[in-house]
């Protein structure tokens, strides 16, 4: 055997959106404010994900505003609507969702003032990116005209929403059960280079395909994909926490490796749009989905590279050449036997 | 405390403080200074978010006494670019989406800042192995280096300025790379974390922690601690005045260990105090007599007759068995003309978000009992805490502060609840920020698995049964488990229609650290087994991987494996997209590796070699392609 051995393996997967065999629900409050700029408000915060900015696409799109414009508050259960846990890959679909309604109310109450204002029927008015006009007609203005107008005629351009996820529980004898509404489904492909000498195994390609519905933004989604890959990664190769009769051994980083810089391969990712047809936006998810397939697909590669199927993670460099021996090792004795 | 006065330059002013000459830098500059946008992920020079420059030079200011600085100019992050204002790098990270919960941001600009200095036509491998020393467990590192390279072209004249503009607008913010809105406050150090907050007369906590796996606690005795100078209180679990228990589905967690510890790292006392090192030196004057019970290590050990009882609750140890049943598995394995039988293991693994556990409470005019920190639950921690202190739901109140990483591990209320006692105790604004190995043995884990897998199939590769048995170790409490087990079973066999299964995962208590909620929440741990199985079952039917996934995946109307009738499946698309992008040559994986045309094209990297990137790739006629 070379000392350097490549290999592809491939594995699929699939996740459910939101809470598991619940019902789950959300829900949201906006306002188109003053200057044409919007306040809205849920009870989540950024965990690193990006939902505040899915979530300003989505009040933009919504109210015919930009991004920029809008103010995402207020993570506070004294002050806004419950918005339940920060997890299960329940953000863009949960909250987005309950934002998208709470905006379509706002625009809803501004677009009626306009209307009679303009005298022409609400639904041949369209706004986009800060501008306001009334289809086939030459009529136009900004969204912060809109909404001094709006107020002007004393309506302040408020809205509520709310979404909810129909799980239903689990029969306990057998299972059975709608535990989500909304499924995706993954496909990784990884290639790996295994040196036969040291046993470590580097992955040098990885390709990512996934459904996550309708894309918000794909940056967000890639950088999504990228984080769950490489966190598969580490669980695959190296991350490994123990204990010894109850005792933490790896209680620093110096003891649990991590992924570094230096780990990652190459990541193409690959969005499938499969938009959900039970909710307003069509989004579903990636947080946790991106992860689950990386480990086995790397596994699958080793054994394609070099011939031997791990069983247990991680893959270390220790139990990867303890494998190529005992492969060797039956080789050879088969040799034997059939001399 | 001795002090000393310190004198340095600090992004460009003279300051001069009165301070603890023995205190690190990073708290010089933190707590003295408030500049706040350098970090402490591990406080042991392992994680690079504490990085500032020393006289031009990059250090990590976790390591250097604030005495060692003396004289010197030190630039932070803060000091990279006039307030409102980001540099090309900090554009950089902005325009590619390099942030994301952003705890590690702040040291990777820096990193990135001392590489462009030293090295401003890096490579692409120079530029990883210069940032090989900083961690960041969100991002996976592409879109760091990505803008560390845009920013480096942009420095070196061979890409315009305008590269780091955002994207112009078509016909909707749908679809759109809108730059994440929250990328100038991460990548200038602006944004204030919980463990960055202060608030007037602010007290700091520290947590004694139980040194036994499982032990009875006979007495605690805190009249020494309390005699501390500085120290305002401390307490134990006779401080709660509610029902005493969290969780995520049963609430067997009291805030501080009641009666007995049952893992190592568990929260006995805390104690609040003016300051850190006060709260600590009076963590050593609490007296508490264990009496050390036998532990349990091994979730088979577990399930064993007689085995110790870690829950009274629990005779048997078990927190969740999930069963599903699908047709018959008998007669599935009846007509399989091929029965595979293989084990698989996963390891327990740690969440390692770079932020460590913090958080900030405080009763305020109204009486209400408010806990600021980086929640994962906010909603459901009210409703806990609300029983806990027997207070009302509306005095009760959870403000979620940025989340410098989660993936599942903040999802836990492990010291939120000994934060409001000790607010309402002292009436004062109480700080706890985790030490990095506080937050590694007290928080929880991914559950480590054990899958017995029995795969019958037909000689054209169509599943006929499949029986699927995981145990998990969910260690000391339930946290998370019961939801990870069902998950686990509900994902059990992967994106396959399979006429006849019989899937079983259970979680037990052990004395081990605890598992929770992680990052796909036991899908992971599953479908590894699944994944691997059907490889296994490829090379020993001679197909390629591809397709016997193919001939066994679900489809429009496909009926799952807890029976939910499909109305669409994307798997077909998601393998197809996956095949054609990596251009995958098919054929049966037989350690096809050697034989295979399709390898070192697009899409990969080469492979590393630490310290050898100024060589010729000698080893480039070893490689298989
Ligand atoms: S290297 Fe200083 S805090 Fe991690
Ligand atoms: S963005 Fe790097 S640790 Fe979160």
């Known amino acids: 055997m070379q000392r350097k051995m490549r290999g592809r393996g491939v594995a699929a997967s699939w996740y459910g959106i939101a809470r598991t ?59 806004s609507p419950e918005a339940a846990h920060a997890g299960a890959t329940r953000q863009t679909y ?56 709006c107020k002007r005629r004393g309506v302040v351009p408020v809205g509520a929403g709310h979404f909810a996820a129909h799980g239903t529980g689990l029969n306990p004898e057998d299972g059975s059960g709608a535990p989500w509404q909304a499924y995706v489904f993954g496909t990784q492909v990884a290639e790996v280079e295994v040196d036969t000498v040291t046993g470590e195994v580097q992955v040098l390609g990885l390709w990512a395909a996934h459904d996550v519905g309708r894309v918000i933004n794909p940056r967000g989604v890639e950088g999504q994909i990228e984080g769950g890959v490489v966190q598969g990664l580490g669980q695959a190769l190296m991350e490994d926490y123990q204990t010894a009769n109850g005792h933490p051994v790896t209680h620093g980083f110096a003891k649990y490796i991590l992924p570094t810089a230096l780990d990652v391969p190459e990541i193409t990712s690959i969005l499938v749009e499969d938009p959900d ?62 001399e | 405390m001795p002090e000393m006065t310190l004198d340095m330059r600090v992004n460009g002013r003279k300051v001069t403080r009165r301070a603890d000459p023995g205190q690190r830098l990073l708290d010089f500059l933190r707590d003295e200074l408030n500049l706040t946008g350098t970090k402490e992920g591990c406080g042991a020079g392992e994680c690079g978010t504490c990085s500032v420059f020393v006289d031009g030079k990059l250090v990590k200011s976790c390591l250097m006494p604030a005495a060692k600085a003396q004289g010197a100019d030190i630039q932070t992050v803060e000091g990279l670019a006039r307030p409102g204002e980001l540099d090309v790098l900090q554009k950089a990270f902005h325009k590619t989406g390099a942030s994301q919960c952003g705890y590690c941001i702040p040291g990777m600009v820096m990193a990135a800042t001392s590489l462009l200095r030293e090295a401003p036509e890096a490579s692409l491998d120079e530029i990883k192995e210069r940032m090989g020393g900083n961690i960041c467990r969100c991002t996976g590192y592409t879109k760091i280096i990505e803008a560390v390279a845009l920013a480096r072209d942009v420095v ?74 500085g120290v305002a209180c401390v307490i134990t679990s006779a401080d709660v005045p509610g029902k005493d228990g969290f969780g995520v589905f049963v609430h067997d967690q009291p805030v501080m ?110 009486d209400v009992v408010t806990v600021i920190s980086p ?50 105790k002292t009436d004062r604004p109480v700080r706890l920020v985790f030490t990095r190995e506080e937050s590694i043995i007290a928080s929880a884990k991914r559950h480590p698995s054990r899958v017995k897998y029995r795969m019958g199939l037909t000689k054209d590769g169509r599943i006929t049964a499949i029986r699927f048995e995981m145990l998990s170790d969910g260690g000391a409490y339930g946290m998370s488990s019961e939801g990870v087990m069902r998950k686990a079973a509900i994902l059990s066999c992967g994106p396959y229609e399979i006429e006849n299964l019989q899937v079983d995962t259970t979680a037990v208590y052990t004395n081990n650290t605890p598992s929770g909620a992680f990052r796909t929440f036991g899908g ?102």
């Open chain 2, 156 to 229: 070196t004249g061979r890409a315009s300025p305008a590269v780091l503009e955002p994207e112009g607008v078509g016909e909707s913010y749908i679809g759109h790379n809108v730059r994440r809105l929250d990328a100038p406050s991460k990548v200038t150090g602006r944004l204030k974390y919980a463990g960055d907050m202060v608030m007037p007369g602010m007290l700091h906590m520290a947590v004694l922690r139980s040194p036994h796996a499982h032990a009875e606690i006979v007495s605690i005795d805190t009249s020494e601690a309390e005699a501390v100078e």
């Open chain 1, 21 to 79: 065999a619940t019902v789950d629900r959300a829900g949201a409050w906006a306002e188109l404010d003053d200057g044409g700029t919007a306040k809205v408000v849920t009870g989540v915060t950024e965990i690193g994900e990006g939902i505040l900015t899915v979530l300003a696409q989505i009040a933009a799109e919504e109210l015919g505003i930009r991004p920029e414009d809008v103010t995402i508050g207020d993570n506070d259960t004294a002050r």
């Open chain 2, 257 to 366: 260990a009641r009666g007995k510890v049952r893992h190592v790292g568990e929260a006995v006392a805390a104690v609040a105090a003016e300051d850190v090192a006060t709260a600590r030196r009076a963590l050593a004057k609490i007296r508490v007599e264990y009496r050390e019970l036998p532990g349990l290590f091994d979730p088979e050990d577990a399930l064993r007759p007689g085995a110790p009882v870690i829950h009274d609750y629990a005779p048997d140890n078990v927190v969740k068995h999930i069963p599903i049943r699908k047709g018959d598995v008998d007669k599935g394995f009846a007509e399989a003309d091929l029965i595979l039988e293989d084990e698989f293991s996963t390891q327990q693994v740690e969440h390692a978000y770079l932020e460590p556990e913090a958080g900030l409470a405080y009763v305020d005019a109204d």
């Open chain 1, 277 to 338: 047809p039970l909710s307003p936006l069509g989004a579903k998810g990636i947080g946790e989905p991106a992860l689950v397939p990386t480990a086995p697909a790397i596994i699958n590669a080793i054994h394609d590279a070099v011939g031997v199927r791990i069983r247990s993670l991680p893959a270390t460099p220790e139990k990867v050449l303890a494998a190529i021996a005992e492969k060797q090792a039956r080789a050879a004795a088969a040799r034997e036997a059939a």
């Open chain 2, 375 to 424: 929640s994962q639950n906010i909603t459901h921690h009210r409703h806990m805490l609300s029983e806990i202190i027997a207070r009302p739901i509306n005095k009760v109140r959870f403000i979620m502060s940025p989340v410098g990483g989660g993936f599942g591990g903040k999802e836990d209320m492990i010291y939120q609840g000994m934060l409001a006692l000790a607010a309402m």
């Open chain 1, 94 to 149: 949960m909250i987005g969702n309950s934002v998208a309604l709470a905006c379509r109310e706002a625009k809803a109450r501004l677009f009626a003032e306009i209307a009679a204002h303009w005298e022409v029927d609400a639904g041949t008015l369209v706004a986009f990116d800060g501008e306001l006009r009334a289809e086939g007609t030459n009529l136009a203005m900004t969204m912060a005209e809109a909404v001094d107008l």
């Open chain 2, 524 to 625: 992971m741990q599953a479908q590894f087994a699944t994944e691997s199985m059907m490889d296994i079952a490829a090379e020993r039917l001679g197909l390629d991987p591809f397709e016997i996934r193919r001939r066994n995946m679900m489809r429009a109307g496909s009926l799952t494996h807890t029976q939910q009738r499909l109305t669409s499946a994307s798997i077909d698309r998601v393998l197809e997209a996956a095949e054609q992008a990596s251009r995958w040559e098919p054929g049966a994986p037989t350690m096809r590796g050697p034989m295979r045309g399709d390898l070192g094209g697009p899409g990969t990297r080469a492979p590393c070699t630490l310290g050898a990137r100024f060589e010729t790739p000698k080893d480039s006629k070893e490689r298989v392609a």
